[in-house]
């Protein structure tokens, strides 16, 4: 064999690996199967979870899996967050800084519920973004825009 074959050789076979690899890591990033749980996951957890607080949970307010508008009782609108995830982050004028839409979920977890917030990094914060991420998927981002 010439030199450059025998460097050829192990070469092609370690490329081929790679592809195969990153196939492989593809098609799992892009498998529906985890997502889907994690965001029924999201879905219960608005649904239910009252984070220790007052007894109301995400769904008291947020009508619909959080699909349609709502109305607090002073009549003050409560927004629909079909697509909340595509126009986070945004300036919050009374806090006078920007904030994510984790941020968001962790205040209304502690404001509208008075629970205790689920953690940054944790699986109920991360399900729940994923599910109201999930409401908004194929909606053009709109960072600061108006919610639906
Ligand atoms: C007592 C009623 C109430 C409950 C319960 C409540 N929220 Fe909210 N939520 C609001 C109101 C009112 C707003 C409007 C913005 C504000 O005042 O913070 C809002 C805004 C939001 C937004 C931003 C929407 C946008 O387009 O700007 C998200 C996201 C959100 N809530 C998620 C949640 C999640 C997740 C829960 C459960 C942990 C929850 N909310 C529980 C009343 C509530």
Not at 70 to 94: E, M, V, W
Not at 138 to 143: H, N, T
Request: glycine share 10%.
């Amino acid at each position: 064999m010439t030199p450059s074959l025998r460097l050829a050789a192990p070469l092609a076979a370690c490329f081929i690996a790679l592809l195969t690899h990153s196939y492989t890591a593809l098609a799992a990033d892009r498998d529906p199967t985890p997502m889907a749980q994690w965001i029924k996951m999201g879905k219960e957890a608005f649904s239910h979870e009252t984070f220790a607080g007052n007894g109301r949970v995400c769904e008291t307010c947020h009508l619909q899996g959080g699909m349609v508008p709502g109305q607090r009782p002073d009549g003050a609108p409560i927004p629909s967050l079909a697509n909340a995830a595509a126009i986070y982050p945004r300036f919050n004028g009374r806090q006078g800084k920007v904030i994510t839409l984790q941020d968001q979920i962790r205040g209304c977890a502690g404001n509208a519920l008075e629970g205790t917030p689920p953690a940054y990094g944790s699986d109920t914060l991360n399900a729940l973004t994923v599910y109201l991420t999930s409401l908004a998927q194929g909606k053009p981002l709109d960072m600061g825009g108006k919610p639906q």
